[in-house]
């Protein structure tokens, strides 16, 4: 078992930044790769960027690459999303979650072996 606890969102001016954290715990000793996603209301739950446990490769989904920005830190098991150059449309619940076969590619969302619990992230225009 993996548990994800998300963290850093909140209300922000557009244009302004914000950086969510995804800390795991657990079973963290198989090479997941981490992904983050956001949903707004009424809309489906979409991709948004990921990582490789190496960290060596990253994937962005086209709506948030050159600003969003995924890293992560192994001696905290921490994943981190920075958003710079927010706008009203990023507002959603982020949600981080952990994928077994250690890719950086999207699956669907009931293909995910963990999941966090989310953070809100309002972005105000």
């Known amino acids: 078992q993996v548990q994800l606890v998300e963290s850093g969102g909140g209300l922000v001016q557009a244009g302004g930044s914000l950086r969510l954290s995804c800390a795991a715990s657990?079973?963290?000793?198989?090479?997941?790769?981490m992904h983050w996603f956001r949903q707004a209301p009424g809309k489906d739950r979409e991709f948004v960027a990921a990582?490789?446990?190496?960290?060596?490769?990253?994937y962005y989904a086209d709506s948030v690459r050159g600003r969003f920005t995924i890293s992560r830190d192994y001696a905290k098991n921490t994943v981190y999303l920075q958003m710079n150059s927010l706008k009203s449309e990023d507002t959603a619940v982020y949600y981080c979650?952990?994928?077994?076969?250690?890719?950086?590619?999207?699956?669907?969302?009931?293909?995910?072996?963990?999941w966090g619990q989310g953070t809100q992230v309002t972005v105000s225009s």
């Open positions: 979650a952990a994928d077994s076969r250690g890719s950086v590619v999207p699956r669907m969302v009931l293909e995910y072996n963990y």
């Open positions: 990582i490789t446990w190496t960290g060596v490769r990253t």
């Open positions: 657990g079973r963290t000793d198989t090479n997941y790769g």
